[in-house]
């Protein structure tokens, strides 16, 4: 099919030769809502143009690439002041001494069938707006993240032929379901943007790693992973529980576009009994160097981006023996953290018709050889800080960390420790930890945070963000 193009916004004067691709062309909404009360305070528009193209039926923006100007604004966006250099930890917190050993109600209801307690249940009109600027950025971080689903989840339609999709075994259904959940993300980010009101981040221009079909679900299968954890690492510490809820009603679709492209890409799709939550500044670290560049003016964001981890025999999911994954990073497709694993090898499972061995698209996959195991020698070679990244190349990866002596695996309800052994400056090694949750639920499984730290701190899903001024590198594992 021939491609048309089609103007979705007033096209200005080409940018000059050399110069940064133009950033896409936002549409300020005329309000943000009718239960946001505030009113609207539309900006000028931003300079640039959006342009879609048109192919095989799919719309997606003109360019995809890097960032090639000179960034104007350097670092994570400040506050006034910044008050001590981390948290210190606290005791429990002295109200929190409730426990019921009757189990019946142990205080007067407000109304029938009320029991006494919860936040928001006084009858108090709902105000769907951040309340501080903790959810601010967190929201904003979010809204970042939808942006760049929107125009990921439409990319590879337009960028694969017919043939491509067949070859990779998913037929015109499947790529109707992922159109299906671009548009849920055109509803995401719309409820963010009112959420946060006029100074809502706008979308940008994004630069992706993959050049195959398996290579952009791989990629989709982690980019939302982060986008899932990262969410259910804060939403429980926002100040506003009105924001807290609507988020929680679109996080719980991307938990389910999640596991569609663990599907498509023949893996488990559910892997873990409990999903994992991330601080803020993980997530923001696994998505900034996908960023290419954003409008001028776009509202910044405050979290930190950590140096990169890469582990070097992270499993290659396309592989008939995952096991036989190279031991020295080249099987995966670049060297951005969530980058997917190379799907065009010759010892390839994507179109094996065997039980146990098979990686095709399916409801679900039994691997005899699994991707990971207790046990395993994972190799790791990590950047030192002061590496520029995210949007316009603008924020630099940072670390408050000193010489790393552990490895963390934060999955499930768990943040486990194994020790790491360095063989140079930046490169070293541990062995996969064994552990359990509950039963004969392995914590370690699926895709998943791994990092290296200066210290075994003791921490649990609401605190983990007190690990990070001890993280000296961020990666994502593959261990199921």
Known sequence: MSSRIIVAAALLLAPALGAPAPAPQVTE???????SQISASPQSSTTGYRVEVVE???TSATYHGPYTGTPTTI???????????????QPLNPTATYYNSKGVPLNPMPAPYTPAGGLGTNGSLPRYMVES?????SIALGLYQEWIELDLFHDGLVKFTD???????????ARSLIEFMADQESGHATLLTNMLGERAPKECVYDYPYTTVREWIDFMQRLTRFGESGVWGFINHLDSR??????????????????????????????VWFENGWPQSWSWTMLAPYISYCPENTTRLAWQNFPTLHILNNANINRYSPNDTAQDGSENVGPRIADPSVSNITASCENLNVTGYGCG????????????????????????????????????????????????????????YSPLTMTSNNTGYTYQPEGFVYGNDGIINGTMAIMLTDLDLF???FNTSMLNPHIVALGMYQAG
């Open 29 to 35: 909404p005329a309000s943000f809502g009718p239960d």
């Open 361 to 416: 698209p399916s409801v679900a996959h039994n691997k005899s050889e699994p991707l990971s195991f207790p046990g395993k020698k994972v190799l790791f070679q990590w950047d030192a800080p002061g590496q520029a990244v995210g949007p316009n190349n603008s924020y630099v990866t940072a670390t408050s960390a000193s010489m790393p002596k552990f490895v963390g695996w934060s999955q499930q309800l768990n943040l486990t």
């Open 459 to 461: 921490v649990t899903p």
């Open 56 to 58: 095989n039926g799919y």
């Open 242 to 271: 009105e924001v807290g809820q609507l988020l929680a009603q679109s996080i719980a679709t991307e938990a389910r576009q999640q596991q569609i492209f663990r599907q498509m890409s023949g893996l488990t799709p559910m892997d």
């Open 163 to 173: 043939e491509e999709f067949a070859a990779a075994g998913l037929d015109a259904e």
């Open 75 to 89: 670092g994570a966006v400040p506050g006034p002041t910044t008050l001590a250099a981390s948290i210190a930890p």
């Open 133 to 137: 600027d903790f959810d601010f950025e």
